[in-house]
């Protein structure tokens, strides 16, 4: 079993809080495991009783009266024996219709609640709304490049070249060859990113949605626009097509936590831009997967991984605009702000000069780095910019702060 230890410190931390825990997170990144392994291994580790443990996992076919509510509910109360604490860890909450009533009653009757919800139905907003302020949302990723490497070990930037390709899915990850990888995400990537919303939706065509998809999958790092796609695809047949259409399947994407937009920041005006914004997907082995690991622009996929690194440390992610030039990405948290450009290599001088004018003119004192794949020992680059080697970025979650 892989170690989640970042994702049960955040559990440890709410533990018996008056709140509703919610797990989400893109299909098969590792919640269940999360909730109904290393979680309540570490409840029996602490003096919890096995019995004051209520698990219920409702994608199991035996289980599948339980997605009844009233089923549900009588099913836990009858395994409540006694006036003390109970936590009651459910899985798949989404199958029950109307989940936010049994989980308040829950709350409300002594009980700790822990349920996790897949990206088919169990959405962020549907949660807010559902819930009403009473829930805290654990959001779940697939394995970070720190998680992957204490897993596998080895050469550093070997195991990295291998997160570019196959991404970190637990399952992926734990598979031994190649060939089980690739089968393993092929199948899963055509799950995720187009039956389940499919289906959620009730999308009248696929077939547009698939394209969408695609288009998504060939421009990770891109600017990418509704109108744009739109009129990509209207020269590729779809006739149909709309802006609006597209605008919602961009928002069903990423609300299944399959992508993330990214917005544009005019660091100059101090506003957000409209238009032109980024996406980029949740795990690498699914675009890989399913461009048939054709077309992996490597600097883009290296992008990618930074990105979710940063999302995964709490920082909020915008693309900068200065002036004409563009940055990566400004990270912000509650204490600092950092401007990112990232390079998979910046030994040839025209290239240097290419990332490092995105930084010129900027005068807030802010840091500005540059994360690349040079491996070198030198971190001072000329106008107090900094350099961190990819690997140390990724392996280090202080590695911002400390340069």
Do not use: W
Not at 217 to 222: F, T, V, W
Not at 374 to 394: R, T
């Amino acid at each position: 079993m892989i170690e989640r230890p970042s994702y049960l410190e955040k559990l440890k931390r709410y533990k018996d809080k008056d709140l509703i825990k919610v797990i989400t997170g893109v299909r098969r990144c590792g919640k269940s495991v999360l909730l109904f392994d290393i979680f309540y291994q570490y409840l029996m580790e602490n003096g919890i009783e096995e019995n004051h443990i209520i698990r219920v996992n409702l994608e199991n076919e035996e289980n599948k009266h339980l997605r009844d509510s009233s089923q549900l509910y009588s099913h836990i109360s009858h395994l409540r024996v006694d006036e003390k604490r109970y936590y009651v860890l459910i899985d798949e909450i989404q199958y029950v219709e109307n989940f936010e009533d049994i989980l308040n009653s829950l709350k409300n009757s002594n009980c700790d609640v822990y349920v996790t919800g897949s990206n088919s139905r169990m959405l962020s907003g549907d949660i807010s709304t559902a819930l009403r302020g009473r829930s805290i949302e654990i959001k779940v990723f697939p394995l970070s490049f720190a998680e992957y490497y204490s897993y596998v070990g080895g050469d550093r930037r070997q195991a990295l070249n291998q997160y570019l390709k196959y991404g970190g899915f637990p399952y992926a990850v734990t598979e031994s060859d190649e060939q089980g990888k690739t089968e393993y995400l092929q199948m899963l990537e055509s799950t995720v990113a187009t039956k389940d919303i499919v289906d959620r939706y009730r999308l009248r065509n696929p077939a547009m949605f698939n394209a969408v998809y695609d288009l998504l999958c060939s421009n990770i790092g891109s600017y990418v626009s509704a109108k744009k796609i739109s009129d990509t695809l209207k020269s590729s047949g779809y006739k149909t097509v709309t802006p609006d259409t597209i605008g919602n399947y961009l928002t069903y994407l990423c609300e299944s936590f399959l992508f993330y937009k990214v917005y544009r920041y005019d660091i100059k005006g101090k506003a957000y831009l409209k238009t032109l914004n980024k996406y980029y997907i949740s795990d690498m082995g699914l675009r890989n997967a399913h461009m048939n690991y054709r077309q992996i622009e490597v600097t883009h996929a290296l992008e990618n991984i930074i990105y979710l690194e940063l999302i995964r440390r709490g920082y909020v992610v915008d693309i900068g605009k200065n002036q004409e030039k563009e940055i990566d990405f400004i990270a912000r948290n509650n204490k600092d702000t950092y401007y990112i450009q990232v390079a998979y290599s910046m030994i040839d001088q025209d290239k240097r000069e290419q990332e490092l004018s995105s930084f010129r003119k900027i005068d807030d004192g802010y840091k500005k780095i540059v994360i690349t794949m040079d491996d070198d020992p030198f971190v001072l680059l000329e106008n107090g910019y900094k350099k961190i080697y990819a690997l140390d970025f990724l392996l280090n979650e202080k590695s911002l702060e400390e340069v």
